[in-house]
């Protein structure tokens, strides 16, 4: 297989995928510290054709390359199989807890943020907007997750400060501000949204945010677009 280009960025639409010839190299991802090290095999060409974190790191100088390891203290376990699955089966992550819908779902999204997978960040914010049409609830209580860890790229907290807004009134926004003790940042993405629709501003309904189109939140290359 060609050596990935170091300049071309990792796909971001769905119909993008790696040639299946060269799926002869497996890598090792050992995460967590010791004692609690676990270790995850994937094929280095899927990996490295998805993430642009992998593609320095495995296909570049560092020793990384050389050992085919990659050491990964301070990632979640959990997280990072919600992760593979999503590479190998394209298998979206729900939430087993009562906590929060959408809990799994942004912190999968800050990983492939941090790890440059664009096809997946942007699959997770579809599945964020489906979820919340759906169920009909927002992720009002995850805001301020969103805006400490989602730093690459600003499309999550972007995605989620339209959605808190355009569902609720202005009274219900400042019971979440009290009950969530949002942060002065997120207070402050809350302003702009509000700034940005006027003083005649209008409660969204299911249908209109099911007809969204989200590649406004996506991390897409100029002139990419996901198709319909
Ligand atoms: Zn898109």
Redesign the pocket.
């Known amino acids: 297989m060609t050596p990935l280009s170091m300049k071309t960025p990792p796909p971001?639409?769905l119909d993008q995928y790696p040639p299946t010839e060269a799926l002869d190299t497996i890598i090792e991802l050992k995460v967590g510290q010791h004692p609690n090290i676990k270790s995850f095999f994937v094929h280095k060409d899927l990996i490295t054709f998805f993430s642009g974190f992998f593609r320095a790191a495995i296909c570049g100088n560092f020793a990384e390359a050389a050992s085919g390891v990659v050491n990964l203290p301070t990632e979640d376990a959990d997280t990072v199989a919600a992760f593979i699955s999503l590479l190998y089966f394209r298998i979206l992550p729900v939430s087993s807890g009562e906590t929060s819908k959408f809990w799994p779902i942004c912190t999968l999204w800050i990983l492939a943020d941090r790890w440059e997978t664009p096809i997946m960040a942007?699959a997770l914010i579809d599945h964020m907007r489906d979820q919340a049409v759906t169920l009909w609830i927002h992720p009002s209580n995850l805001l301020n997750l969103m805006y400490e860890n989602a730093l690459e790229s600003p499309g999550l907290r972007r995605f989620a400060t339209m959605v808190v807004v355009a569902v609720l009134s202005n009274k219900k926004l400042k019971e979440m501000q009290e009950t969530f003790e949002w942060s002065s940042d997120v207070r402050l993405g809350i302003l702009q949204e509000l700034l940005s629709h006027g003083t005649d501003r209008k409660l969204v309904g299911r249908e209109e945010l099911a007809m969204l189109?989200?590649?406004q939140?996506?991390q897409?290359k100029e002139g990419?677009?996901?198709s319909k």
Do not use: P, Q
């Open positions: 971001s639409t942007n189109d989200l590649c939140y996506h897409h990419v677009r996901c």
